[in-house]
């Protein structure tokens, strides 16, 4: 893609500098092409012809509608039913730990389209009869496109290719007619999870405290690491003592032993205060 001759090195340190103060997302120098190719389809929609032009408007009004699709179009929102399949195996074990209990909450915190919170979702059905009385799952992100996505539970069928039949029986509608080529996530599951905007940059997160399990994963990366030690702390205050934190496969390397002790790959423990 060749680049807008708009958008140059100082348009898009002025990008980046937008983006970082309203989500925490730390844009690499090699993201530049990414941020033209994104932003392109904003200009069109607001009949605009150059970034700068549109970073003027935007900085003109900081209670503007338009800074929404300006997060939007720069969040990555890759995800997949079960990644990282070994935090949902331990979620097992602990809501099964749980027998019992009232209430087990759970709180997956950058849940782009949804795929991280339905399969919570199931592995909660799964062992509901062994685990707690009741399971609240709250599913979150800065991404109000990939919100609605989610909270509809609508994906292609290959989404969910790599489930087990029996996941794909209980769980999903498969499409016919105008739908044939995707599923639906039923509505018995469909109404277990609640959605809705939480930016992790927020002062305030309205969730609530003394959660049980908190899934923060691959987007820890995004941010610097200043970000991510306040973020850290700031989920320990939310976490119960002896629950637990998952965050991504690369994003293990912050100072906590304070808080937080490891219990296996990049899964935390909550200290007792
Ligand atoms: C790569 S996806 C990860 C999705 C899922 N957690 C997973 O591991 O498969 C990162 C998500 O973080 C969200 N995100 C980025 N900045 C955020 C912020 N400041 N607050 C909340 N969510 C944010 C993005 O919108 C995106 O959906």
């Keep these: 893609m060749s680049l807008d001759p708009s958008f140059d090195r100082q348009t898009f340190e002025r990008v980046r500098g937008l983006i970082y103060q309203?989500?925490?997302?730390?844009?690499?120098?090699?993201k530049q092409a990414m941020v033209q190719g994104r932003l392109a389809k904003r200009l069109r929609a607001l009949s605009l012809d150059s970034l700068p032009c549109y970073?003027?408007?935007?900085?003109?009004?900081?209670?503007?509608?338009?800074?929404?699709?300006?997060?939007?179009?720069?969040?990555?929102?890759l995800t997949a039913f079960f990644r990282e399949p070994h935090h949902f195996e331990h979620?097992?074990?602990?809501?099964?730990?749980?027998?019992g209990q009232d209430v087990f909450r759970i709180w997956c915190s950058a849940s782009s389209t949804g795929e991280e919170p339905w399969s919570i979702a199931m592995v909660a059905d799964e062992v509901a009869a062994q685990?707690?009385?009741?399971?609240?799952?709250?599913?979150?992100?800065?991404?109000?496109q990939v919100l609605n996505t989610a909270a509809h539970g609508i994906y292609p069928l290959e989404r969910i290719e790599g489930l087990s039949k029996a996941r794909r029986q209980r769980y999903f509608l498969?499409?016919?007619g105008p739908n044939v080529?995707?599923?639906r996530i039923r509505p018995q599951l469909l109404r277990r999870v609640q959605f809705q905007q939480v930016n992790l940059l927020a002062p305030q997160w309205p969730v609530p405290a003394a959660l049980d399990v908190v899934f923060c994963r691959n987007v820890m990366i995004y941010f610097d690491k200043l970000t991510q030690r306040d973020l850290v702390r700031r989920f320990a205050a939310h976490i119960k003592p002896g629950g637990y934190?998952?965050?991504?496969?690369?994003?293990?390397?912050?100072?906590?032993d304070d808080l937080f002790e490891m219990v296996g790959r990049t899964s935390y423990r909550r200290l007792p205060a």
Excluded at 22 to 30: C, F, V
Excluded at 245 to 256: A, I, K, P, R, T
């Design 245 to 256: 934190l998952y965050v991504g496969h690369s994003e293990s390397q912050f100072q906590c």
């Design 131 to 144: 685990g707690p009385r009741r399971f609240e799952i709250i599913a979150s992100d800065i991404d109000t």
């Design 91 to 99: 979620l097992a074990q602990q809501l099964r730990a749980a027998q």
């Design 174 to 176: 498969k499409g016919t």
């Design 55 to 77: 970073l003027d408007q935007l900085d003109q009004d900081p209670d503007s509608a338009e800074w929404q699709h300006f997060t939007n179009a720069l969040t990555t929102n």
């Design 181 to 183: 080529g995707r599923c």
């Design 22 to 30: 309203r989500a925490g997302i730390a844009l690499g120098d090699s």
